[in-house]
């Protein structure tokens, strides 16, 4: 496919004798329209049509930047909440499910404690209702991130920025916390968690 016939064919708001005309059913306003208009030409003028609007987004994404792209998609076909607030509540009902899985897991891990057995990470040879139990966990922590996606897409915030940001500031501080503490001759072992913090709000205080 030549790429000046593509661009052509996909701006029929700019040329309007191109191939890509029928798909223009009224000008184009704002870019999510000419988004759209794009997506039509890609389906019925180029035959890129597939079974659903989200065979689109590739599988190789990142999962956030998937879960982002996904429910872009859906949201062009009016699948979708329409504020913030909206979304808010199911991010909540997400976290609380989330906790109550946890409770589950860990109910299991003291009957299999008391059973003289350790709940460890899953394996092959786990037990099948181990399994179960941190499978849920993960289940109801996969639909908590969705939830926490689609929240920050709402706000017009990117996940994939936003989380990225919060990386290297983590990166920041906590390399802070880890030098200051080597000069002061104090390992990080877990038992010096007070001094650790300490560093840790004095990173934050010198805008790390």
């Known amino acids: 496919m ?8 996909r701006h029929p708001h700019v040329w309007p ?7 223009a059913k009224k000008k184009a306003e704002n870019s999510d329209e000419v988004l759209n ?14 079974k659903s609007i989200l065979d ?5 994404f ?5 879960a982002y792209k996904l429910q872009k998609k859906a949201g062009k076909k009016g699948f979708e909440w329409k ?44 037990p099948e209702n181990q399994d179960e139990a941190q499978l849920h966990v993960e289940e109801e922590i996969g639909d908590l991130l969705f939830a926490v996606v689609n929240y920050a897409r709402k706000l017009g915030v990117d996940p994939e920025t936003a989380l990225s940001r919060t990386n290297k500031k983590f990166y920041n501080r906590f390399t802070y916390v ?18 650790e913090e300490k560093l840790w709000d004095e990173a934050k205080k010198l805008g790390m």
């Open 178 to 195: 880890e030098r200051k503490m080597e000069e002061k001759n104090i390992p990080m072992d877990g038992e010096h968690l007070e001094e």
């Open 83 to 126: 504020t913030a607030e909206d979304v808010l509540p199911s991010v909540k009902e997400e976290l609380d499910e989330v906790i109550s899985a946890r409770k589950d897991f860990l109910a299991l891990k003291e009957k299999l404690s008391a059973g003289g057995c350790e709940a460890k990470p899953l394996t092959v040879n786990s």
């Open 62 to 66: 990142p999962p956030v930047l998937r």
């Open 2 to 9: 030549n790429s000046s016939d593509k661009l052509i064919r």
């Open 17 to 23: 004798e191109s191939a890509g005309s029928v798909e």
């Open 56 to 60: 689109e987004v590739p599988e190789g």
């Open 37 to 50: 208009q794009w997506d039509r030409i890609k389906q019925n003028v180029e035959g890129r049509k597939g």
